[in-house]
């Protein structure tokens, strides 16, 4: 059975860092393409960004140079950097298993619970 | 800001039958990426409903269907049950962006 469970949110302050884990059973991590996804209080879903089994990062422009994801393949957990925190970061993070049949684009058919990111002073 | 559009509510009695339509553009449903749509119950994470644009995950009713069109989708409930109360939001990929998009979301009320 495919879980997926994130870890490491909580509240910091403008300008502050923070490193969010996803660690996943029932699959491999390398294996698949992974992703995060937030949702602010109230709001809809924003993809935030993608690891692709080969490698390959991409990001949502709203976190690019201050988001950084990564995979720890022996661990078979999924991390996600934050830095330079902004209000409007403040979230649920939700980290996801994406499958896609062939080149870009693809589904999430797994989902974690999500944590909670409050970026205030 | 959403790339896919979505109404932000749709309402119906039990029994009826509702649409949800997610309208994209040339770079991501135009551009014939496939449409997914999730359901997201009230305070839980979203679950995969379609997938494919017309595929359903095992263990999601056949009440359930979606379909897609040039730049646009459609998620359509038939039976309307109670129990499907909760937002619905519509997804793809965009080659613009390099990345996925989801819709602005749906809220589906029971009458």
């Known amino acids: 059975e495919v879980q997926l469970v994130e870890s490491g949110g909580g509240l910091v302050q403008p300008g502050g860092s923070l490193r969010l884990s996803c660690e996943a059973s029932?699959?491999?991590?390398?294996?698949?393409?992974m992703s995060w996804v937030r949702q602010a209080p109230g709001k809809g879903l924003e993809w935030v960004s993608v690891?692709?089994?080969?490698?390959?990062?991409y990001y949502a422009d709203s976190v690019k140079g201050r988001f950084s994801i990564s995979r720890d393949n022996s661990k078979n957990t999924l991390y996600l950097q934050m830095n330079s925190l902004r209000a409007e970061d403040t979230a649920v993070y939700y980290c996801?298993?994406?499958?896609?049949?062939?080149?870009?684009?693809?589904?999430?058919?797994?989902w974690g619970q999500g944590t909670l990111v409050t970026v205030s002073s | 800001q959403s790339v896919l559009t979505q109404p932000p509510s749709v309402s119906g009695a039990p029994g009826q039958s509702v649409t949800i339509a997610c309208t994209g553009g040339s770079s991501n449903i135009g551009a014939a990426y496939d449409v997914h749509w999730y359901q997201q119950l009230p305070g839980t994470a979203p679950k995969l409903l379609i997938y494919g644009n017309n595929n359903r995950p095992s263990g999601v009713p056949d009440r359930f269907s979606g379909s897609k069109s040039g730049t646009s989708a459609s998620l359509a409930i038939t039976g309307l049950q109670a129990e499907d109360e909760a937002d619905y939001y519509c997804?793809?990929?965009?080659?613009?962006?390099?990345?996925?998009?989801f819709g602005t979301g749906t809220k589906i009320t029971v009458l």
């Open positions: 996801a298993k994406g499958i896609a049949e062939a080149g870009p684009g693809g589904w999430f058919d797994s």
């Open positions: 997804q793809s990929y965009d080659s613009s962006l390099s990345g996925y998009v």
């Open positions: 029932g699959f491999t991590v390398s294996s698949k393409f």
């Open positions: 690891i692709y089994s080969g490698g390959r990062t």
